[in-house]
């Protein structure tokens, strides 16, 4: 854990740091990917790097680290390094490249704090890094462990390709040679490896849409301007090879017979689909309610899918839409509006505004955060705020 020489100097230093993390993030990327430009193909994503969004999460992430050690120096946030270990191990991160992560942040970090840092500081941020470092490779060692199989990525064959509501697709694969395949659990996401026309390899995450034995089901939408969600749409049909990684993803149904709050959004039922459908086909007697949010029901993705299970274990199904028909609610969701079972353990899903506006009336309404779930598409820049 933190030593008591560096406690002092991070809390001293944290203010000043953490306001000049953000560009410290931006210039680290900067010089990783001058020193490394094949990080870009098939790793780091590029929107990501235009939009900012992995800097913010970066440097989030490490400031909140910092902070949790010195509030708490003899423990580690589980939870934040839980979350970033399941995307490194859906990437295929390695220990190595730790050491080619910190020669860089630590050079963008003496760079912008040329003026005020010292051995001593550099020394005391140096052991922070390597703490959630270290943190981090035992936990995606362990996560590569879980697997039936030693591979980062495999080929699987897409078997169906069937629009899913507005600018939405889902696709089937099945595995396209023999490597062992790892059961996915309900809520869990896989990395997609595709190649871009200009030849560049990206990956995205998808959560699993369904629970389906050895297939791998996945729904994407067309994002505007998205690189890897228009080469699904336009570019991949049935009989098409992608490499896909094995399951990753904490945010699963827990065990237990308390009541289930299912709250998603827009594409963001994907999670909360494979989690009703697992709940469906075991025939729960669990006490489960389904509340979605969109803008009309055709662009509701899996509808289908979701009143059906709905439908199988009697779960309450409540529905808003911008524009209202079939009987839905109109405009946005508020937990306000919905009598709340006791007891009930939340699972969220959709865009970030979405999730903290439920996740807060959940709180208010006696939902204790430690029984709020909640899946981020993309960087988390909500949990390392």
């Known amino acids: 854990m933190l030593s008591e020489k560096s406690r002092p100097i991070i809390e001293a230093t944290l203010p000043l740091v ?14 990783l990917f001058a020193a490394h430009p094949e990080l870009l193909d098939g790793l780091f994503s590029r929107s990501n790097q235009r939009s900012g969004d992995q800097q913010r999460a970066l440097a989030g992430s490490i400031a ?23 995307k490194h191990a859906s990437l295929g991160i390695t220990e ?6 910190h020669e860089h942040l630590f050079a963008a970090i003496t ?21 959630m470092a270290d943190a981090l490779i035992k936990l995606e060692k362990d996560l590569y462990a879980s697997q039936v199989n030693s591979k980062l990525w495999m080929p699987w064959r897409v078997t169906a390709k069937q629009p899913a509501g507005t600018d939405a697709m889902t696709f089937t694969l099945e595995p396209a040679d023999q490597t062992p395949v790892t059961d996915a659990k ?44 228009t080469a699904l749409h336009a570019g991949v049909e049935p009989g098409d090879i992608l490499e896909i990684s094995n399951p990753y993803g904490e945010i699963t149904l827990r065990e237990g017979d308390g009541p289930v709050i299912l709250a998603s959004a827009g594409i963001g039922c994907t999670p909360t689909a494979s989690i009703l459908r697992s709940l469906a086909e075991s025939g729960t007697r669990r006490k489960v309610l389904v509340l979605h949010a969109d803008k009309a029901m055709e662009n509701w993705a899996l509808s289908d899918q979701m009143t059906a299970d709905a439908v199988k274990i009697n779960a309450e199904l409540q529905l808003w839409l911008e524009n209202p028909q079939h009987g839905s609610k109109e405009g946005f969701m508020s937990l306000r509006e919905v009598d709340l079972p006791a007891h009930a353990s939340l699972y969220l899903c959709g865009p970030l505004p979405f999730m903290k506006k439920i996740r807060d009336e959940a709180i208010s309404a006696g939902i204790p955060a430690t029984r709020i779930h909640y899946e981020v598409f993309g960087p988390d820049v909500w949990l390392a705020n």
Not at 64 to 80: G, I, M, Q, R, S
Request: hydrophobic letters at 40%.
């Open 18 to 31: 953490g306001s000049r993390i953000g560009a410290i993030t931006a210039d680290f990327y900067s010089r």
């Open 96 to 101: 190595e490249q730790y050491g080619v992560v």
């Open 111 to 131: 760079a912008d704090l040329a003026e005020v840092i010292t051995p001593e500081i550099a020394e005391a941020w140096t052991e922070v890094y390597w703490l």
């Open 186 to 229: 309900p809520g869990q996401y896989v990395s997609v490896k595709v190649q871009l026309p200009d030849g560049l390899r990206q990956v995205r995450q998808y959560s699993l849409s369904s629970t389906a034995g050895n297939s791998r089901v996945f729904t994407t939408k067309l994002n505007d301007g998205g690189e890897v969600s």
């Open 64 to 86: 909140a680290f910092a902070t949790h050690l010195v509030n708490n120096p003899d423990t580690l946030p589980e939870k934040v390094l839980s979350r970033i270990a399941h």
